[in-house]
Nanobody, 123 residues
Framework: QAQFVESGGGLVQPGGSLRLSCESS????????VGWYRQAPGKQRELVAA????????NYSDSVKGRFTISRDNAKRTAYLQMADLKPEDTAVYYC????????????????WGQGTQVTVST
C-alpha cells in the first residue's frame, strides 16, 4: 500500500491555479510535520512548503512564498497545496512526505516517496 498518494496536478497556463492533495496511509500522519516537495527535470528535489503537525508553524521556499499555501486535515490524513499565480518554473513533479520538523525541512524525511503528481505550467 502506497504511503502517500499525490493528486491534483495537470497542465495549466501561467497565472493559473491548482490544488494538490496528498493522502497518507500512515496512522502517525497527524503527529508528524508534512512537507510538499518538487523535482524538476535534471534538478534535485527541493522543499516547497512545510507545516507542523497541528498547523501552528509553516515554512515556504522563497520562490513560492505568497503564491502557495499549505494546509492539512489530520482527520483525513491529507495535506493540501494551493498554488496560485503559477509560473513556468513551477513545472515539476510534486511529492509530499512526513517526518520530524527538522527532517521535513532538511529534505530528508524518513519515509519512502510516493509517485508524485505532475504539474506543468505552459502556454
Amino acid at each position: 500500500q502506497a504511503q502517500f498518494v499525490e493528486s491534483g496536478g495537470g497542465l495549466v497556463q501561467p497565472g493559473g491555479s491548482l490544488r494538490l492533495s496528498c493522502e497518507s496511509s500512515k496512522t502517525i500522519f497527524g503527529f508528524k510535520a508534512v512537507g510538499w516537495y518538487r523535482q524538476a527535470p535534471g534538478k534535485q528535489r527541493e522543499l516547497v512548503a512545510a507545516m507542523s503537525n497541528y498547523g501552528s508553524s509553516t515554512n515556504y521556499s522563497d520562490s513560492v512564498k505568497g503564491r502557495f499555501t499549505i494546509s492539512r486535515d489530520n482527520a483525513k490524513r491529507t495535506a493540501y497545496l494551493q498554488m496560485a499565480d503559477l509560473k513556468p518554473e513551477d513545472t515539476a513533479v510534486y511529492y509530499c512526505n512526513i517526518g520530524l520538523w527538522a527532517e521535513v525541512l532538511s529534505g530528508h524525511p524518513p519515509d519512502s516517496w510516493g509517485q508524485g503528481t505532475q504539474v506543468t505550467v505552459s502556454t
